[in-house]
T-cell receptor, first 114, second 113 residues
């Protein structure tokens, strides 16, 4: 089975621009979560989607948004980019049909805001 | 307010010896705990997990211990191998579904040959 894939892997944007990141979960996984990793704040939960609905949201401003499609693929969008948005953005998928809570991560998208 | 803490930013161990990585949490609502390993430029890789109804879970060289009264968990790696050198994160879930993970800051493990 293919793992979680994320595109693009690297991205450079200018302050004020917006960006869209994409995530394809493991086949059969319907829950997709997004995390931000920075040196200062570590790994922080952004939001989680299941059946095209956002079920959980972390403590991030409204500039961070996401969506999920009927095939469980997900995108996250960051508008009006700030320098502090430079981070590794990780997507994780989970098989909600089991009793385990394991989330499986993709390789991440490294976003640099200049 | 850091709800999950890994107080040792780094740990160095000789190959063949035991590695013990520690994690403390403050939120008593956490009911499921996971350990992940991360190499540079890759996403975290799931290692092992434990439910709050257990105090130990073993998988090969990896054992996780949970002490609920102390709000403490640890990951034991025996024997340690150079390929185990990575950053290890503990994570906790408290939403009864595992959809939101709260991560510790990570511990960099270096296993010397």
């Amino acid at each position: 089975k293919a793992g979680v894939t994320q595109t693009p892997r690297y991205l450079i944007k200018t302050r004020g621009q917006q960006v869209t990141l994409s995530c394809s979960p493991i086949s059969g996984h319907r829950s997709v979560s997004w995390y931000q990793q920075t040196p200062g704040q570590g790994l922080q939960f952004l939001f989680e989607y299941f059946s095209e609905t956002q079920r959980n949201k972390g403590n991030f401003p409204g500039r961070f948004s996401g969506r999920q499609f009927s095939n469980s693929r997900s995108e996250m969008n960051v508008s009006t980019l700030e320098l502090g948005d430079s981070a590794l953005y990780l997507c994780a998928s989970r098989n909600t049909g089991t009793a385990s809570y394991e989330q499986y991560f993709g390789p991440g998208t490294r976003l640099t805001v200049t | 307010d850091q709800q999950v803490k890994q107080n040792s930013p780094s740990l160095s161990v000789q190959e063949g010896r035991i590695s013990i990585l520690n994690c403390d949490y403050t939120n008593s609502m956490f009911d499921y705990f996971l350990w992940y390993k991360k190499y540079p430029a890759e996403g975290p890789t799931f290692l092992i997990s434990i439910s709050s109804i257990k105090d130990k879970n073993e998988d090969g060289r990896f054992t996780v211990f949970l002490n609920k009264s102390a709000k403490h968990l640890s990951l034991h790696i025996v024997p340690s191998q150079p390929g185990d050198s990575a950053v290890y994160f503990c994570a906790a879930s408290g939403d009864n579904a595992g959809n939101m993970l709260t991560f510790g800051g990570g511990t960099r493990l270096m296993v010397k040959p």
